[in-house]
């Protein structure tokens, strides 16, 4: 039986998210972190005739929430690759982009993947889990400087250094294998009152480099502004500032350093024009019912 959208995942300002792709009833769409399905299936509602929707999730677990619509065709595979796919699909243009870049609920409370210092297990994070190096290979492998420009970069945590130098020193005694080795190896190193918050951005710097997050956001974002017609809307929601950031500079500049080109009046040259100019935050009251969606951002681009 599948597993339940409720269930795998919630969905993140579903409504706004999808208010903001201004679908158009026979368009082409594509989500490209299907997940659970719970934004694709709010996307399907509002489609009519021959509209497409094409969802894309690396991971094998999404499979198991693959809708049953003509529309719908689901993607096994990175969204960095969604010009690719499109090609193989016949798809020149589409008509709007949805990216939820969270990390599902569902990977959180699995406790065999190892995305979460809630449960004991294996140092893995990889969401393709057919291959590719795990988060212990990572941990175990790097030298202390590569660590430290993780943790420092992906994480933002000022201490970086000495967490890398805590891991290099614990390796040495037997090779860091769960969370719970993690945990051990430097838990000393955050203060009692930020303990939970700066853990969060440990496992998050280690779960960005396994998945190599900043480079496939990037070629996703490229691709989507290559594809979308004009009129055709960006609708994505960023969980911390490394990916805001990249959203945001291309929304602006058309690329994601964020470089202002201008034309021989002075005007600055992009794709897209801002539909939301501050970003959407949840509800207080999404907010207290779903706890990820707290660091939440949702930006809207319109391509010109």
Aim: glycine residues 8%; proline residues 2%; hydrophobic residues 35%.
């Amino acid at each position: 039986m599948a597993i339940t959208a409720g269930t795998y995942h919630v969905p993140v300002l579903l409504n706004e998210s999808i208010d903001g792709l201004n679908i158009k009833k026979d368009g082409i769409y594509i989500d490209v972190t299907f997940g659970g399905g719970g934004h694709s299936r709010e996307i399907l509602s509002r489609l009519e005739g021959d509209a497409r929707l094409f969802s894309f999730d690396q991971d094998q677990d999404a499979e198991l929430n693959i809708i049953k619509d003509d529309r719908f065709t689901f993607v096994r595979s990175n969204f960095r690759y969604i010009k690719n796919w499109m090609r193989y699909h016949g798809i020149e243009q589409i008509d709007g982009l949805l990216a939820d870049l969270g990390v599902s609920s569902h990977h959180f409370d699995d406790e065999t993947r190892g995305f979460s210092f809630r449960f004991d297990a294996p140092l893995d994070m990889r969401m393709n889990k057919r291959g590719g190096q795990t988060a212990a290979d990572i941990i175990n492998g790097y030298d202390e400087q590569r660590l430290a420009d993780i943790f420092f970069l992906y994480g933002e945590l000022k201490n970086a250094r000495k967490i890398a130098s805590a891991l290099g020193k614990a390796r040495i005694a037997k090779r860091i294998e769960t969370t719970n080795d993690l945990m051990e190896a430097t838990e000393k190193l955050f203060r009692q009152e930020r303990e939970k918050k700066e853990m969060a951005k440990m496992f998050q710097a280690l779960r960005i480099e396994v998945n190599h997050e900043m480079d496939a956001l990037k070629d996703m974002l490229k691709g989507a502004t290559e594809l979308l017609a004009p009129g055709g809307r960006l609708s994505v929601i960023t969980y911390h500032s490394l990916e805001d950031r990249m959203v945001k500079n291309i929304m602006k500049t058309g690329n994601v350093e964020g470089k202002m080109e201008k034309d021989f009046f002075g005007r600055t040259e992009t794709p897209f024009k801002l539909i939301n100019s501050k970003v959407i935050i949840p509800t207080e009251e999404e907010q207290e019912r779903n706890p990820r969606s707290r660091s939440a951002k949702l930006r809207i681009a319109e391509k010109i």
